[in-house]
């Protein structure tokens, strides 16, 4: 089950829960405002690859079916982030852990282990998402983050997208980009 909590501003260990304290959690509404979506539909009992790009075979799953199919997901890919799965693994995490944006929402939907989204809120202090299995997320068009595996260093997960996938991330300052007016105009002003 998802949960978020303001995290410091000094990140020794990006691995580690990072909580203030004391612990300011972030409730679903807070994370809503800044125009995140989130559903959990337990993963277990369904098979897939560990990696798959693109992704589209018959869905077993009916609950993640008729999400894909209300909200427009088209496209589909899975990856497995772990030291074993992910060529230049370190230097992919790095690069992951560097803050951005993208110029269309980001969904992700995590299969098996866990991990940490990091987004922005409207004061520009950190808020920290911990996702696990079941946990699907879409961050907005233009929102600030980052991504960073947790302790456990392994996350399978899908990526889904509305159309043809855009994986470029515009790394900050990205204040003038269309992406980013279009967020700030829409939930930050």
């Given at each position: ?21 004391p ?8 994370l ?45 890919d ?112």
């Amino acid at each position: 089950m998802m949960e978020s909590w303001y995290m410091s501003a000094d990140v020794v260990d990006q691995t580690a829960e990072n909580r203030l304290s004391p612990n300011q959690p972030v409730t679903p509404e807070q994370l809503k405002d800044l125009g995140i979506k989130s559903w959990s539909i337990p993963s277990e009992g369904y098979t897939y690859p560990a990696k798959a790009v693109p992704w589209n075979p018959d869905i077993e799953d009916p609950a993640l079916a008729a999400l894909r199919k209300e909200e427009g997901y088209d496209y589909a890919d899975i990856i497995t982030c772990s030291e074993e799965c992910l060529p230049d693994y370190h230097n992919k995490l790095k690069a992951f852990f560097q803050e951005h944006i993208h110029s269309d929402d980001e969904i992700r939907y995590i299969l098996k282990g866990s991990g940490y989204f990091d987004v922005r809120d409207k004061e520009e202090r950190w808020i920290r998402v911990q996702l696990s299995a079941g946990d699907l997320i879409v961050l907005p068009e233009g929102i600030y983050h980052r991504f960073t595996m947790d302790s456990n260093n392994f996350t399978h997960a899908m990526r889904l997208f509305k159309g043809e996938p855009v994986w470029t991330p515009i790394n900050r300052p990205a204040d003038d980009h269309e992406s980013r007016k279009k967020y700030v105009d829409t939930f930050v002003s």
